[in-house]
């Protein structure tokens, strides 16, 4: 039996109701929604963010690759339908797959966007596909999701769309653990029929997609744009009192042609350039060829020889950060001066969206580092931020607050920044304090319930970037700080372990009992496989075995404990 692209659409519209019940942001362009039992804690899929393309400037630059994408999508072209955008943070894949899928959903083709940048995610967002796709409950208890997925997507008559964004570790977030993406056993697969799956990624490797041997993909590179294109995103944004078209074109090629840094300068000339000339103060930053200028100031020319020379990650990433500075110094003289700081703690997280009630104003208002900020005042900081494109904002619904997201090329270039790098006592420490005083909170609930499984899943990717940073720099920060990330990473292991993530839990506790001292890499804990119906054995080269729920639970070493067990029920 199969089903048309309205009966499709008809199905997810009774998943959703079926499913009622709590919805917070869990990534992006995604829902978690948690209701009475284990089926509703999952991730609903929504259109994707199409209402954004007609806030920002015209696409410039894809029209070629946009056509093409079309075409398939359309059935008017034939070729693999599985398409894989790669190229570096900040050259405009996501952009390019969301004007696909306003195009499809301008002619009523189902769209499904799932965010990949952990697997935790893909897996939450391909159960509630299942659910609007019209799968029972009780099979995604009893059966293989990838299968019932795939079964139930094949039954699809007529064209549909499915974007994975930002798997930039495809091999983890898509392949069938052990297997290479080119396997197609895992949540990437031949697609049959007219559908079409769209992958955003910043691996390009052959090595990882087959390298032209795996016949039902196709890779896409996307590249930064040329200097007319690029000079034509600057205009369109900052508009013509910022110069003439041949000084943006000029300003584009030192820039890279990368999109996000185009925008970036583009949003701080459309600023600045409004501003009188007899007002303006000296040194104002007004124009393109101002623009060009300063990056020439602070060495940009060392970086993108005019003479030519290949943009490489690490290029754009040092170039695209001094633009940034840019903006927070624009900030500064507004007087906001610390959404510097703000963006700094920001970047010491996940890449992956930064729950609201992870920032909290107690711990903002005594933190010096911040400038011991109000609640009312770090809003207004997120705000300005937003505003020149630095983060963005995503409503939760049942929550106050907003989800923050930092671009994956911001959140690297401030969080290589020495204020940060090079000093973990400082922005690191304050964020692994906000992540546990999260964890402590008394409304995220216990970590072994489903109903507040939607929360852990949203804090969850945040545990392991935190205990790197700790256990990288354990005699430069306050043991306290130490002890209660690895309290919160246990917590946030029982969650995973409760949710059937058996790897993750290893790696995360593991690492959380190495930093709280608790041993050496000899001295790991691995899980022994346990009995049905029994919690996880744990042993460790140095002692006995002993049981927990799901890890070992930390301590600071201040207090002469590195590990007490958690009573099993």
């Given at each position: ?12 519209q009774?998943g959703?109701?079926a ?13 978690y ?7 509703r804690a ?20 894809r ?14 072209a ?33 769209v499904?966007?799932?965010a ?21 409950p ?41 297997e ?24 390009g ?5 087959g390298g ?12 930064p744009l ?8 600057l ?21 890279g ?36 200028r ?6 940009a ?6 003479t030519?020379?290949?943009l ?22 507004r007087g ?7 963006l ?8 992956a ?6 920032l ?38 049942d ?11 911001v959140?690297?270039t ?29 409304d995220?609930?216990d ?12 804090l ?23 002890g209660?990330l ?10 995973l ?13 593991g690492?959380?009992w190495?930093?709280a001292g608790?041993?050496s ?12 119906g029994s919690?996880?054995?744990w042993?460790t ?15 600071s070493?201040a ?6 067990p958690?009573?099993?029920?």
């Amino acid at each position: 039996m199969t089903a048309t692209g309205a009966e499709a659409r008809a199905a997810g519209q009774r998943g959703r109701a079926a499913g009622a019940g709590i919805v917070v942001q869990g990534g992006r362009d995604a829902y978690y929604v948690a209701g009475s039992g284990l089926d509703r804690a999952m991730v609903a899929p929504l259109r994707p963010a199409v209402g954004r393309t007609e806030l920002e400037p015209a696409i410039r630059g894809r029209d070629e690759l946009l056509a093409g994408l079309d075409a398939v999508l359309s059935g008017t072209a034939s070729g693999p339908r599985v398409r894989v955008l790669h190229g570096m943070g900040g050259c405009g894949k996501t952009t390019v797959a969301r004007e696909l899928a306003r195009r499809a959903l301008d002619r009523q083709i189902p769209v499904w966007w799932v965010a990949a940048a952990v697997p935790e995610s893909v897996t939450g967002g391909m159960q509630a596909l299942a659910v609007a796709l019209g799968a029972d409950p009780d099979q995604l208890r009893m059966g293989s999701l990838s299968e019932i997925v795939w079964v139930h997507l094949g039954r699809l008559q007529g064209a549909w769309l499915l974007v994975f964004d930002n798997a930039d570790d495809p091999t983890r977030a898509l392949a069938a653990p052990g297997e290479p993406v080119c396997g197609g056993n895992g949540w990437l697969r031949p697609v049959s029929g007219a559908g079409l799956i769209v992958v955003t990624s910043r691996d390009g490797l052959d090595l990882t997609w087959g390298g032209g041997r795996c016949r039902w993909l196709a890779t896409h590179p996307v590249e930064p744009l040329d200097a007319a294109e690029g000079g034509r995103v600057l205009v369109d944004l900052a508009g013509s009192a910022a110069g003439s078209v041949p000084d943006a074109e000029e300003l584009s090629v030192r820039l890279g042609g990368l999109p996000l840094a185009l925008r970036t300068v583009g949003s701080y000339l459309a600023e600045t350039a409004g501003i009188p000339g007899w007002l303006a103060e000296p040194g104002t930053v007004r124009t393109f060829a101002d623009y060009h200028r300063a990056l020439d100031d602070v060495g940009a020319s060392t970086l993108f020889p005019a003479t030519g020379g290949d943009l490489t990650a690490d290029r754009a990433r040092e170039l695209v950060g001094r633009t940034w500075e840019l903006s927070l110094d624009l900030l500064r003289d507004r007087g906001m001066p610390e959404a510097r700081a703000l963006l700094r703690l920001l970047s010491c997280f996940a890449d992956a969206p930064i729950p609201p009630y992870v920032l909290r104003r107690d711990l903002f208002a005594s933190s010096p580092l911040l400038g011991m900020i109000s609640g009312n005042r770090a809003w207004q900081l997120l705000r300005a931020l937003a505003g020149f494109g630095l983060v963005n904002l995503y409503r939760q619904a049942d929550r106050p607050g907003d989800a923050v997201v930092l671009h994956p090329l911001v959140r690297d270039t401030s969080a290589a920044h020495p204020d940060v790098a090079g000093d973990p006592a400082g922005f690191p420490a304050l964020a692994a304090r906000l992540f546990a005083a999260a964890t402590e909170a008394g409304d995220l609930g216990d970590p072994a319930d489903p109903a507040a499984w939607p929360a852990w899943q949203a804090l969850a990717p945040h545990a392991a970037p935190l205990l790197r940073q700790v256990s990288a720099a354990l005699d430069r920060l306050p043991r306290p700080v130490v002890g209660a990330l690895c309290t919160a990473a246990g917590r946030t292991g029982q969650y995973l372990h409760a949710r059937g993530c058996t790897s993750r839990p290893k790696r995360c506790c593991g690492r959380s009992w190495s930093c709280a001292g608790g041993g050496s890499a000899t001295s790991t804990p691995t899980p022994s496989p346990p009995a049905t119906g029994s919690p996880p054995s744990w042993k460790t080269a140095a002692g006995p075995t002993w049981r927990s729920r799901c890890s070992p639970r930390c301590w600071s070493p201040a207090a002469g404990c590195s590990v007490t067990p958690i009573p099993t029920r």
